[in-house]
């Protein structure tokens, strides 16, 4: 800035300011290409697809004929459908099991791997099912949870007892999306929380270790804390990802599972939108699990003033 | 060598360069082919009957040599129609494509197939409408037109296991008493309860509404009148119907195929001896054969409460063109030759899995000698309906009923409360 100014204050100082200007003024133009693809793409797949839902959400359309304006006919048709109650119930349920079991078990092998020697090759292993295809992982379960597949022959070899049907007893189809949920995102979270240990200042565990705290209380009276926003992070992301979930529904169990018990809200969006062409209804419950995410992901973020700790 | 200055400014003149190349190549979609001679069509299918396709579009090559019809395969039925209509809102969709019967009056409505009749008439028609059985045509024939044909069809026969039988103490034959006119409701009833006493499965079926509307037809009851308006639940026949299914599902002698567990499903059962009956139609070749000893088993109609033959559900496919190809007259000429009795006799023959929707192939069917009443797929074609308009005009529908109707073919639903949840469903949805 002083330069600026200094600059200002000499002879042909005018010109060198339209140059700069010039320079800027390219600059700008570079920059907007350069930014473009990003634009572009946002436009064109995140915003137009949310305008065009939310207009959608009022209307009724089948994607063939002419759309007609319904008011919130959509959204009350919606809420007074058991079908898709059950699987707002679903979908809360499948986040109450995915995400506490997931975060935590992600937790304890980030944690034993913290110090481990060769940790490379284990996080490679845990993290190559989030680098597959969630379409392959739920092909490869499907085969695992079949009736006689090889889970239920290890179950009747080590209880002797037939094991339960995994995708046809509505007792334990969402049991089984959720192991496979939780086993497919598992790797990701493992790397986020190591970086987040591998993050702690040093020189407090020191301190902490001078004191005479041992493991266990490092762990729960530093580590956890100074953790904290990384678990906080995680949860959140965990949530919305679980709020989403449809390709293993949609693999594993073809059309929500018997009486709809694996049914989630974005299955329900596309059977409303591709199986029953009804895509009103599609969008508007697609806003209405905006909202659910919104309020859930709000009372998160109030609740992180008083759990979540930050170093500084 | 000469070494290339890299620039911003030639970055940014071929960034932007690049991106209106792109642009422009994504907004070249069509609808099909993009000459007069050139055409896409699209299917449903297993990888043996893409095989036929692949050979029908060889012989359609070899008559037709300037045109050039190009096969787009979709896997699953289930996700077939979802991509269709993708493509029908995007203005991509084939020239000429499959639907199934679930979902035909919703495309007839719509107003996106081209009419079919000049294809069906004049001098030059490879087929006529006269050569087509009239009740297949279901939603596909309005009084604006014809807007899909019968690809070919399949009539749900009652497939028999005469060594299961045998090992249940039951004597006669099905497709005998079938012939004599004594293939009475009651009489399979009988039979399939001698074979639970056995230790087998009475009867397989598959959810779908070929069975449940087969039932009630077979029953003497009435499912929609001739106005559409779904009359099931005041016709006494009808409910009687229903009632009679679910106590028959309740008490073991019919299994519903879709639910039995993976690796004793509804073939292996049935190859295996361990039932009766199986119903389904042609394709049904496919799973005797797999026995290792298929004059093991033979095909009779649905039994009626007289014995004297009724009619029962055909499972149909239609072939339509859509209202916005490029290529009327190729898609027409192509559409002609696939349903002509030459073209039908192409993709069915030799142990195909489908009955022929014209006249004039009927050797597909008798040709094999196999199964020993295979005459019955003809007669039962001929006889038989098409899954009503009403229902097939509502995306769908027809699964909903079918999952509404699988809870009282579970045992977890009574005949009353079905049939109040299908009427809410219809009344919901028509």
Not at chain 1, 236 to 242: G, L
Not at chain 2, 313 to 330: D, E, F, R
Request: proline fraction near 5%.
């Amino acid at each position: 800035m002083t330069a600026v100014l200094a600059k200002a204050g000499t002879p042909g100082a005018g010109l060198e300011e339209r140059k700069e200007a010039g320079w800027r003024k390219r600059d700008r133009w570079s920059g907007l290409v350069f930014v473009s693809p990003q634009l572009i793409g946002m436009s064109v797949f995140v915003l137009l697809p949310f305008a065009v839902g939310l207009v959608l959400a009022f209307a009724q359309w089948d994607g063939l004929t002419e759309l007609s304006w319904v008011g919130l006919a959509n959204f009350q048709a919606q809420l007074a459908d058991p079908v898709f109650l059950r699987s707002i119930l679903n979908t809360l349920g499948l986040a109450m099991i995915t995400v506490p079991v997931g975060l935590a078990l992600s937790l304890l092998i980030a944690v034993a791997l913290d110090r481990l020697r060769g940790r490379t090759g284990y996080l490679l292993l845990y993290f190559a099912p989030v680098m597959t295809s969630s379409i392959a992982v739920s092909l490869v379960w499907q085969q695992i949870l079949r009736a006689d597949g090889p889970l239920n022959e290890a179950f009747s070899t080590v209880f002797g007892i037939p094991g339960p049907g995994w995708l046809s007893d509505p007792r334990f189809v969402l049991l089984a999306v959720s192991i496979v949920t939780i086993w497919s995102s598992l790797g990701l979270n493992v790397i986020i929380f190591l970086a987040g240990l591998q993050g702690i200042n040093p020189t407090i565990l020191e301190a902490a270790r001078v004191d005479g705290a041992g493991p266990l209380r490092t762990m729960l009276a530093i580590r956890l804390p100074l953790l904290s926003p990384v678990v906080f992070f995680s949860t959140v992301v965990a949530v919305i990802s679980s709020f989403q979930t449809f390709d293993v529904v949609f693999i594993l169990t073809k059309d929500g599972g018997p009486e709809n018990s694996a049914r989630t809200i974005v299955y329900q969006i596309y059977d409303e939108g591709f199986k029953h062409f009804q895509f009103g209804m599609a969008s508007a419950a697609s806003i209405i699990l905006l909202i659910l995410t919104l309020v859930v992901t709000a009372v998160q973020l109030g609740l992180q003033r008083r759990f979540v700790h930050y170093e500084s | 060598m000469n070494s290339i200055t890299f620039s911003r400014r030639n970055f940014v003149a071929g960034a932007l360069g690049v991106g209106a190349l792109l642009a422009t190549s994504a907004c070249g979609g069509s609808a099909g082919g993009n000459s007069a001679s050139q055409i896409t069509w699209s299917t449903w299918g297993t990888p043996e009957e893409g095989q036929r396709f692949k050979t029908f579009n060889t012989a359609f090559k070899a008559d037709n040599p300037s045109i050039n019809a190009t096969l787009q395969m979709v896997p699953s039925y289930s996700d077939y129609h979802s991509k269709l209509l993708t493509q029908l809102t995007s203005g991509t969709a084939p020239d000429v494509f499959y639907v199934g019967d679930d979902y035909l009056g919703k495309f007839v409505s719509a107003g996106v197939l081209m009419d079919l009749t000049p294809v069906v008439s004049g001098p030059d028609a490879k087929v006529t409408l006269a050569d087509f059985n009239e009740a297949l045509f279901g939603a596909g024939k309005t009084d604006k037109g014809i807007f899909a044909l019968p690809n070919d069809c399949n009539p749900d026969v009652f497939w028999f296991d005469k060594k299961a039988l045998a090992a249940a103490g039951i004597t006669e034959n099905p497709a005998e008493l079938a012939a004599a006119g004594n293939w009475t409701i009651e009489t399979f009833l009988a039979m399939c309860a001698k074979l639970a006493a056995n230790g087998m499965t009475g009867a397989i079926f598959w959810n779908y509404w070929s069975t449940h509307w087969s039932w009630v037809t077979a029953n003497g009851g009435e499912v929609f009148d001739s106005a559409g308006k779904f009359v099931l639940p005041q016709d006494p026949k009808s409910v009687a119907a229903i009632a009679s299914l679910a106590d028959a599902f309740a008490n073991k002698s019919f299994t519903v195929a879709d639910t039995l567990p993976d690796g004793s499903g509804a073939d292996s059962l049935f190859v295996s001896h361990k039932a009766g009956f199986y119903v389904q139609g042609r394709y049904g070749i496919a799973t005797a054969e797999q026995s290792g000893n298929k004059d093991d088993y033979d095909i009779a109609p649905w039994p009626t409460v007289s014995g004297k033959p009724g009619s029962s559900g055909v499972a149909a496919s239609y072939l339509v063109i859509n209202a916005k190809t490029k290529a009327p007259k190729t898609a027409s000429t192509f559409v002609g030759e696939f349903l002509s009795s030459k073209g039908q006799t192409l993709r069915l023959a030799d142990g195909g899995n489908a009955v022929p929707s014209v006249k004039g192939a009927d050797s597909v069917v008798l040709g094999g000698n196999y199964p020993a009443h295979a005459k019955s797929f003809l007669d039962m074609t001929h006889t038989g309906f098409e899954d009503f308009s009403k229902e097939a005009s509502v995306p769908g529908l027809s699964s909903d009923v079918s999952k509404a109707m699988l809870s009282m073919y579970q045992g977890k639903a009574s005949a009353g409360d079905t049939i109040a949840a299908v009427s809410t469903l219809i009344e919901k949805a028509v």
